[in-house]
């Protein structure tokens, strides 16, 4: 089953993800870093967008922009096999991590390793469908002054759990 959602306003998601790997790569290029880049929510690889067609997910697209490891987590193992599958016709040889499972378990110890200190700078790429992200796992990246972080908060699903009186549980 291909993995289907959003609409106009994926596409310009996805531009606007690329022109930022586009920035962070050039500006990055000549320092002493080394690149890393994680997908939290990181799909299939391809994305079926309503009244567009097929067009290639985050994951496929940032496998294109020179970073020295790559990791892809996605909860759903029929959508990660596919991705890995997308990603290994690519061919690229490149230092690539596809973990299946709740993104939060790793996010929330991603300030466990000492990326600053040792070199690492990177991106990392939130795009769930809902209120799948936890709070301790923007936490715990913000501690490790080491990532940027591209948070596409679900603003629609936020609202629905918003009381008429306006108070959020
Ligand atoms: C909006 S899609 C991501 C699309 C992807 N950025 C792309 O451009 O192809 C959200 C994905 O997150 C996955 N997901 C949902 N909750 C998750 C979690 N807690 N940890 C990891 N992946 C999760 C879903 O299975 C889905 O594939």
Do not use: H
């Not at 500006?27 to 690889?45: E, M, P, R, T, V």
């Not at 994951?59 to 892809?72: G, L, M, Q, S």
């Not at 300030?111 to 709070?135: C, E, H, K, T, V």
């Amino acid at each position: 089953m291909m993995q289907s959602f959003g609409g106009p306003w994926t596409l310009l998601k996805l531009e606007i993800l690329e022109k930022y790997l586009n920035f962070y790569i050039n500006a990055l290029k000549n320092k002493k870093f080394k690149l890393c880049y994680i997908d939290a929510f990181a799909g299939s690889g391809n994305v079926d967008v309503k009244g567009i067609g097929t067009i290639p997910g985050s994951a496929v697209r940032v496998i294109d922009y020179p970073f020295d490891k790559y990791i892809f987590i996605e909860k759903d193992i029929e959508y990660a096999k596919r991705l890995e599958e997308m990603i290994n016709k690519k061919n690229s040889k490149k230092n690539v991590e596809i973990k299946i499972g709740d993104c939060n378990r790793l996010l929330e110890t991603s300030n466990s390793i000492s990326w600053y200190q040792n070199y690492w700078r990177g991106i990392i790429f939130l795009d769930p469908y809902a209120m799948n992200l936890n709070w301790a796992s923007l936490e715990a990246i913000a501690q490790t002054k080491a990532f940027d972080i591209w948070y596409l908060f679900p603003l629609c699903k936020r609202q629905r759990k918003v009381r008429k009186n306006g108070s959020a549980n």
